[in-house]
């Protein structure tokens, strides 16, 4: 086991508004939406405990009074947590300076800091090694990914360390690696002092050239392991249904992995066919002859006789008719779904609504 002395604390960023997932997020904030039966940052706190941390302290802002009744003290997952709230937005950078004053370590001592809506297979024991074998100020999770345009570029030279932070590419000039920044970092404790306090502050596009500017060591660790980043509908319920089949890997998976995980309560009919990672809640059902793939069914919602449903997510509550069917749609908390519709592409269903039967399709009445 890792000795207390040697233990890294963490700072885990909770606090964004996770915009883009609405209206999953109209009730909760990102990291407490159930992937694979539990709230997403479940995992991310018991990998972290996985990897010998012990003290973590959330940056919270959006719905922060949900995260510590949910997780306490942290003391139940064999963690001490401490939370702070952010009054106003401050940004990634604002965020890690503004909860300094709740860290234990020393000036030279290393800090992982994770983004709240990264799934990764990061060896988090391994950056840390990096780090301190390096002697870097700063070292970052870097992974390859096959289209880079969406992301901001980190280029390194032959021995890993950062030449540059390069804003999205726009053409085939520009990218000149495949390496992005994957939002897992360790950070001397002497860096994070050094973040000015009380005002907005972005790591990536303000610290981070600010440091290379000045001649600091920032280190990259490439891990191509699993790495999904959860800010879109499609992308929640994707990660999701891979921590179910065991393709992203998780200790706080509540059960075996396999092509379906359904948790104490539901109720699924004997015919209805559940496959591809899908989640059944607490309290939820599945009727006769539906059919149910790689989607996230919350708890207390209802799929009715025939539905069929795919890489979909329905909300806490929320009825899908029968014979409907879903193809990457996502239903809000309580919305209603009357029979015989098709919700196809990225469909967006808000809390509370109503379709009547029948009046949403992308084919004929036949």
Not at 68 to 79: I, K, N
Not at 223 to 232: F, H, K, P, Q, V
Not at 344 to 352: E, H, M
Request: glycine share 12%; with cysteine.
């Amino acid at each position: 086991m890792t000795k207390l002395t040697d233990a890294p604390e963490a700072i885990l960023l909770v606090g964004g508004k996770g915009t883009r997932l609405r209206p999953l997020t109209v009730h909760t904030p990102k990291p407490m939406v159930p992937a694979a039966g539990v709230p997403f940052l479940t995992h991310q706190l018991a990998r972290a405990k996985a990897a010998g941390v012990e003290h973590i302290v959330m940056a919270t802002s959006y719905l922060a009074e949900v995260f510590e009744p949910h997780f306490g003290d942290g003391s139940a997952l064999g963690l001490h947590l401490e939370y702070v709230t952010e009054t106003d937005p401050l940004g990634t950078g604002g965020a890690i300076r503004n909860v300094a004053s709740r860290l234990h370590s020393g000036p030279d001592d290393p800090v992982l800091i994770f983004n709240g809506d990264i799934l990764t297979g990061l060896d988090i024991r391994a950056l840390v090694a990096t780090h301190r074998d390096s002697g870097a100020d700063v070292s970052l999770h870097l992974t390859r990914v096959e289209d880079p345009r969406a992301y901001g570029l980190v280029p390194t030279d032959d021995t890993g360390r950062v030449t540059a932070f390069l804003e999205k590419p726009q053409t085939p000039e520009e990218i000149v690696t495949d390496q992005i920044n994957a939002g897992a970092y360790v950070f001397n404790r002497s860096v994070i002092d050094s973040i000015p306090a009380g005002r907005p502050v972005s790591v990536e596009r303000e610290t981070f050239p600010g440091l290379l500017a000045d001649g600091a060591h920032l280190q990259g660790m490439v891990d191509s392991t699993y790495w999904l980043d959860l800010g879109t509908p499609q992308a929640f319920v994707r990660g999701s249904a891979d921590l179910v089949l065991g393709r992203a890997p998780s200790p706080a998976v509540p059960g075996r992995c396999g092509d379906r995980l359904v948790l104490d309560g539901a109720q699924v009919a004997a015919d209805a066919k559940l496959m591809g990672g899908t989640v059944v809640g607490t309290g939820a059902r599945v009727e006769p002859g539906a059919r149910v793939d790689g989607s996230t069914i919350l708890d207390g919602a209802v799929i009715e006789a025939g539905a069929v449903v795919r890489d979909s997510l329905v909300g806490a509550g929320a009825r899908v008719g029968a014979r409907t069917v879903l193809d990457g749609a996502v239903v809000g908390d309580g919305a209603h779904i009357g029979a015989d519709n098709e919700l196809l592409g990225g469909a967006r269903v808000w809390c509370d609504a109503r379709i009547p039967r029948g009046a949403v399709r992308f084919s004929s009445d036949q």
